[in-house]
């Protein structure tokens, strides 16, 4: 069976929590690892989309499987599409948008092209795509519903969080978002603190000494601002 309506979501609490955050923080709490490539980018960079993972595969170029996932997830869901990167067409436009919001989807990703661009940007229905391309899709060709996927390069279980801003999009397991969340709050209150450092002048960061010793650039008695000074 390709089309699955079974699926175990993350949490909605976990969602909502998720907001908070950046995609790029979410990112590096992850290991650095669930950023789509950085061909898939927000329509208007104040985009933004939360929530859980609707998988949709289709053939290049065809966008039947779209249409019925519309007609099958959840109000908050994202619907997430792995369209094979291809651009010679576009999976959704402006019609698809509206129909999307009004079932109360939270947002498209898209790892194709979309259409009706500068209707879309302006409005307030989040779309993410890989490029534009003013052709239409064929409407002929079976895909899969809500079977694991790949997109921008990053494997996507159905029920993962998504996460998007104007940097771009991040995908955390279901069953890692709870650890994940807690490390970006930490990693926040790093990033705050390290602000308030630079705006009372402490510019160098407590990493930097380490890992120059550890790239070979500096011994273990030398330390980099002092070499600096004495230049």
């Given at each position: 069976?390709t089309?699955h309506?079974?699926i175990?979501r993350?949490a909605?609490?976990w969602?909502e929590?998720?907001?908070?955050?950046?995609?790029?923080?979410?990112?590096?709490?992850a290991g650095?690892?669930?950023?789509?490539?950085g061909?898939?980018?927000?329509?208007?960079?104040?985009?933004?989309v939360?929530?859980?993972a609707?998988t949709?595969?289709?053939?290049p170029?065809?966008?039947?499987?779209?249409?019925?996932?519309?007609m099958?997830?959840?109000?908050?869901?994202?619907?997430?599409?792995?369209?094979?990167?291809?651009?010679?067409?576009?999976?959704?436009?402006?019609?698809?948008?509206?129909?999307?919001?009004?079932?109360?989807i939270?947002?498209f990703v898209?790892?194709g092209?979309v259409?009706d661009?500068?209707?879309?940007?302006?409005?307030?229905f989040?779309?993410?795509?890989?490029?534009?391309?003013?052709?239409g899709?064929t409407?002929?060709?079976a895909?899969?519903?809500?079977?694991?996927?790949?997109?921008?390069?990053?494997?996507?279980?159905?029920?993962d969080?998504?996460?998007?801003?104007?940097?771009?999009?991040?995908?955390?397991?279901?069953?890692q978002v709870?650890?994940?969340?807690?490390q970006?709050q930490a990693?926040?209150?790093?990033?705050?603190?390290?602000?308030a450092?630079?705006?009372q002048?402490?510019?160098?960061?407590?990493?930097?000494?380490?890992?120059?010793?550890?790239?070979?650039?500096?011994?273990?008695?030398q330390?980099?601002q002092?070499?600096?000074?004495?230049?």
């Open positions: 069976m089309v309506t079974d175990e993350v909605p609490e969602v929590r998720a907001r908070q955050f950046p995609a790029a923080i979410l990112a590096d709490v650095r690892r669930g950023g789509l490539s061909r898939i980018k927000a329509l208007n960079p104040s985009m933004q939360a929530g859980p609707f949709v595969e289709v053939r170029g065809d966008n039947l499987m779209i249409h019925a996932a519309l099958l997830a959840r109000p908050g869901d994202v619907i997430v599409v792995d369209g094979k990167g291809d651009l010679s067409c576009a999976l959704t436009g402006g019609l698809m948008a509206a129909h999307a919001k009004a079932a109360g939270a947002g898209i790892d092209a259409r661009v500068a209707e879309c940007a302006v409005a307030d989040p779309i993410f795509a890989a490029g534009f391309n003013p052709n899709p409407k002929a060709v895909g899969r519903i809500n079977c694991p996927i790949s997109a921008g390069a990053v494997s996507i279980a159905p029920g969080l998504v996460v998007g801003d104007a940097d771009g999009v991040t995908v955390i397991p279901r069953l709870a650890s994940v969340l807690a970006a990693k926040v209150d790093a990033e705050s603190a390290r602000m450092e630079i705006a002048g402490q510019l160098l960061p407590d990493f930097l000494n380490g890992c120059l010793r550890s790239a070979g650039l500096i011994s273990a008695q330390d980099w002092s070499l600096l000074a004495a230049k």
